[in-house]
Every structure is written in C-alpha cells, then in structure tokens.
C-alpha cells in the first residue's frame, strides 16, 4: 500500500552545492531558492553552520538566511555539527532562522572517523548537547546517518550497525532520522532490510531515505521504500552534488526524477514538475554543467520543441 | 516472490548500434559481440533484416553474422520485417543463423502507420506470413510492442490497447512478446497494469520488458515487474541507442545497471559484471562518447583507482 501523500525534503540548496566544483554567489543562492519555493517545494535544506574553513561554499549561511523570505507552510533545515554552529543559527532573527536542524552521524565507524574525526559512540556524545540546546529553542532535529548501504572504506554495512546508530540517536533524543545510501551501492533488498533495522527504533513517518544514482539505483530503492510505507525522502533538483568520497560519482538522486515516478504513482507532492525543471535547468546553467536528472533534461527538452 | 534467475537480453548491437549517431565497422561489431558474450550473455538482438535503405547501420547483417561464432549456450536474435527479410536470413548457413526472430508492432495506431507504414491490424496481416516461414524453419519468434506505455504522437496509451495488439499476436502464433516503453515515460504502477492486461494473453515466462531510462524510471518498472515474476528483460550495455522519436532521449537502459541491480537482489543473471562494464567502456571508446550506464561509469571509475 502506497502512501497517499509524499514529502521531498530539497537538499540541492546545501548538500547540492556543497559538493559542487563552481561557486554560486549568495543572492543566486537565494534566487534558487525563491524558485524552488515557487514550484511547491515545502521542505528544503538551505544551508550549513559547519565552519566555513571545511566548507567554504557554505560561509555565507547567515547572509543567505537573511536574504530570504519564507513562504508560510515552507520550512527550512540546516546543518549544524556542533554547538558553536547552532548558536550562530540561532542568532538569526526567528523569520529568517531555519525551524530544522540537522546532525550528521555515520554507520560506519571508519568513515565517522574520516568525516567526523571521531568514533560513531563519541561523535553521538558530541551531539547530545546539540539535540538538547536545539529542543530547548524549539528546533526540530533530524539524525542524518551516511554509509546506511555501504562504506568506501569498510565496504557493506550490515543493517544491525544502521539499527545501532539510529538507536543511540533515539538515545539523545533526535527527532526522526534520514537513512543516507552517500556511495548509492544500496539495492532495494538491502534497503528494505536497512529501514526495518531503523524501525526498531522509530516510527516509519519518523524516517526518510536518502540516495545517491552513483549506480542507478535511486528510484528502485525509493520504490522499496514507498512499498514499505515511507513517505519522506531527499533529493536534490538537477541532481546537484554528491559524494566527494564516491569515484565516478553521480551523487544525488535528482528531484525531477524522483517527483516524475511520485506522480506517475498516483502520489501527491504538492510540487509543480515543469517549474521543478525549470529550476534545475536554471541553477544547471549558473553552474555551467548539463543537468544530472533524466527526467529534468527530458521535460525541458520536450517544452523547447514547437508541438 | 522475486524470480531466482533473470535473463537479460543484450540488444546493444542491434537496437543501440542502429540509434547510435557514430557508424561502427563490421569487425568492431563482431568484436563487440565476442566481449559481451565472454562476459556471459546469452541472448543478444545482433542485428536486423530491414531493408538497408532504411537502417544503413546495420546494412552489414549477413556479413556480420558471418564473422560470428556463436558459442555454445548462447542464442542470436535479429528484427525480421517481412518474408524478404526472414529469406535473407535464412540463407545463412545454420551455424550464423539466428534462433530467434523479432517482428515490431506498437500499441500505438498512429505510432505503426508513422514507423510501419500501416494501422496495427494491418502490421499483423503482413507479419503472419514472416510468422509462419520461421515457425516452418524452426526459429523462435518474438513479438515486439513498441509505445506499450506511451506514443510521442498519441500520447498515454491504454493497457487494453496493448493487452489488444498482444491478443492479436496471439493469433498468428508469435512465441513470446516483449513489451517496450520506447520513449522511457512509464512508471511503476502502469507498467503493472500493462503487464497484467498482456498476461491475460501470454503466461508470465513467455512475456519481456523492454524498458528505456529516458525518465530515469526503468529500473524502478523492472522492479514493478520482477514483483509481478516477469523474468526476461531486455537491456543495451552503455546505454547505447534510443528512441530517434523521443526528444532528449537518453535511451535504452543500461544492462550494467539492470545487472548491478539483480546481483544486489540476489537474482542470479550469468554475466560477470565487471567484464561486462569493460565491454560498455570499449564500445563508448569506439563510439566516442561517455556511457550512459550510471552503474558502468562508476565500476570503471573505482577500478582505474589504486586500492
């Protein structure tokens, strides 16, 4: 039985652009996201309070938040990883502040180490007064967990290492959790064994996946997701982004694509398709790089011939 | 219940060679043919009996059979037009003769007249007679359903419409028909209803999907199907060819893709995946262009790093 109704949580804005090689100049930070509000995007992941000396791209977080005017009913996330982050978000006036917050935790103890210069028990740890600080401010907290299908560095993770770090989230009091496949090795039966291991700890609407089409397989896993009962899930218009660890990576699973297969399923988004297309061929342009969505690239084509 | 096993059916040569902008010697072909049957397909759509007036690419299928040496295990395929064309493959010595023949309808009135020159009855009258001489020669024939999930002329077709031209096969003894979504637009759950309304015609082990990435939905609608137990699917390594009617078309999908995506699934195929990937790298090379298959580009990608 397939969920009615699906929401895209938007991460080309931060996850997207990150992991982009071209700079994007703040106010077309902003224009991108003005247009992907305007195509009915709800949920988006606007920026990062990392320090800007690991990310540059995202050094400008406070000055994209006040240059934006938030729709009512759209709510914006950021990611914060630590609490020094979350205190620079939270000295934003509360019409510009994000209402969502995200830490980001590994299943894989070495890439933890890698991303996160710690082990998986102490980065929760360091956490656990993000999640507290946040709730006291009435922020919502979202647990990203990367390497939920595998590791490039310790190869396949078994679910019961997903099912531990989703249970020491819960632990801390994280709010719902996004099950990220960061190299896309994940295939739909692995996937599904992965979201039951999560389950254990959390209600299935507490819950979002996250893929990658490094190998093609996004939509076939958020097709298992769906069958399971999911009904929240990333993505990232134009297929902005990636993994920089991911060889010959593709990174994240484009929008469009993923909106296409929502609707052609019966499912409501809330998202107008052709202005998403729209939006992906726009900031495609500003980035001086053909669209990664198969989708995108077909609809815009198809508009562009005389009919 | 997915299927244990699942053959793939290599159409690479013949429906992606001849969509290919690149003209591709007769020697590269037969070379390309040996790589992928030493990756371990066993069933490939080779080449084509159209008249080389329409498809100069493939002009050289008598020649290029010639060169083959089909190994043991392995079953050669070709598009058969009309009795003129089944007579020029006839005339091949047993050893290059295909086993199994391909006729092409649509499930698309204005589709056939525009691509076959007639109205569906009509493209069925003519191919009884291409039936009849193979039946009589011991080939196997397949029946190909182009536009079974959408026409680039009329639009979304029907499932009854395509259940109609399947029934219609049926009738004149064709053995077993795939069903293609040449222009990539379907997505799950009508490719379900397209399946069932052809199952009603056909049981499920003499029916095939071929679907194209043009959306990015193909691996999700295999997904649909192999839950439905449809076991055989057509796949083009590279991604190679593609619809010429579907504008922006990246077309066929990737076989590397299909197969990373039935190995995760634990579904047995027969083909060594890497060899497989080699095999796409080289024709991209010789076609001077990039891969399509997601699953190809990054196989060859972690294999040219150090480890």
Same mark, same amino acid.
Request: cysteine-free; hydrophobic content about 40%.
């Given at each position: 039985m397939l969920p009615q109704r699906v929401t895209i949580v938007e991460v080309g804005p931060r996850d997207g652009l990150q992991?982009? @090689?071209? &700079? =994007? @100049?703040t106010a077309d930070k902003a224009a991108f996201v003005r247009r992907l509000e305007a195509a009915g995007v709800r949920e988006l992941e606007v920026t990062s309070f990392?320090? &800007?000396r690991w990310v540059p791209q995202l050094a400008d977080a406070t000055e994209l938040l006040g240059q934006l005017r938030r729709p009512a009913g759209v709510r914006h996330h950021a990611l914060v990883p630590n609490v020094p982050g979350l205190e620079r978000l939270l000295a934003l006036p509360d019409e510009a502040r994000p209402q969502e917050v995200v830490v980001? %935790? @590994?299943a894989s103890e070495m890439f933890s180490r890698r991303n996160l210069n710690c082990g998986i028990d102490e980065s929760i740890e360091r956490f656990a007064p993000v999640v507290a600080r946040a709730h006291a401010a009435g922020l919502v907290v979202r647990g990203a967990v990367s390497c939920a299908l595998g590791c490039p560095f310790e190869g396949p993770i078994a679910p019961a290492a997903v099912g531990r770090v989703v249970g020491l989230m819960r632990g801390i009091g994280?709010?719902?959790?996004?099950? @990220?496949? *960061?190299?896309? =090795? %994940? *295939?739909? %039966?692995r996937v599904r064994e992965v979201v039951e291991a999560a389950a254990a700890h959390y209600p299935l609407t507490d819950l979002s996946g996250h893929f990658h089409d490094t190998y093609g397989q996004a939509l076939a896993n958020i097709l298992a997701c769906l069958d399971l009962g999911l009904a929240r899930f990333d993505a990232s218009v134009a297929g902005l982004g990636g993994c920089p660890y991911a060889p010959g990576a593709t990174g994240n699973v484009a929008t469009e694509d993923v909106v296409y297969l929502l609707h052609g399923l019966g499912i409501d988004t809330g998202i107008d398709l052709d202005a998403l297309a729209d939006a992906g061929a726009w900031?495609?342009?500003r980035l001086g790089r053909p669209s990664a969505s198969r989708a995108g690239t077909a609809l815009h084509a198809r508009r562009r011939l005389p009919t």
């Open positions: 992991n982009e @090689a071209r &700079p =994007v @100049a990392v320090s &800007p980001f %935790g @590994a994280v709010d719902h959790v996004g099950l @990220a496949d *960061t190299i896309g =090795v %994940g *295939t739909p %039966g900031i495609s342009e």
